[in-house]
């Protein structure tokens, strides 16, 4: 239960980071920046096992870079969701985003014994 809600909160405190270490992310509201990771947290809680389950075959044949893809495309549509308050110059900024993510997720996971 730790670890969900240490995932959560890092997904949360990643969005409003990554305008400041990515050139091409830009946030308008601090409170739309946290609504967007919330948002993001849910979506990774919700959503992202169901679309790692069903592409477990094609995430084989591609080295993990599908699900990095899968979560840009997860974060340009919940960025779509609200608008004027975090801004992404091109869809790229996305997966670099995806990537500092799920870094910071990677990280959380290794604290706390989960990763596989």
């Known amino acids: 239960m730790v ?10 405190a990643a969005v409003p980071l990554c305008e400041i270490f990515l050139e091409g992310v830009h946030l308008q509201t601090m409170e739309g920046a946290l609504l ?3 948002i993001l947290g849910v979506i990774y809680m919700v959503l ?4 790692r389950l069903i592409l477990t075959v094609f995430n084989f044949c591609t080295l993990g870079l599908l699900n990095v893809a899968v979560d840009a495309w997860l974060i340009w549509t919940a960025v779509g969701l609200i608008e004027n308050s975090v801004v992404l110059d091109n869809f ?25």
Not at 3 to 12: P, S
């Open 3 to 12: 670890g969900i809600l240490l995932r959560f909160g890092v997904t949360v």
């Open 48 to 51: 992202r096992p169901l679309t």
């Open 36 to 38: 967007l990771g919330a």
């Open 92 to 116: 790229w900024w996305a997966l670099a985003m995806a990537f500092v993510i799920n870094g910071a997720r990677l990280l959380i996971d290794l604290l706390t014994g989960r990763a596989k």
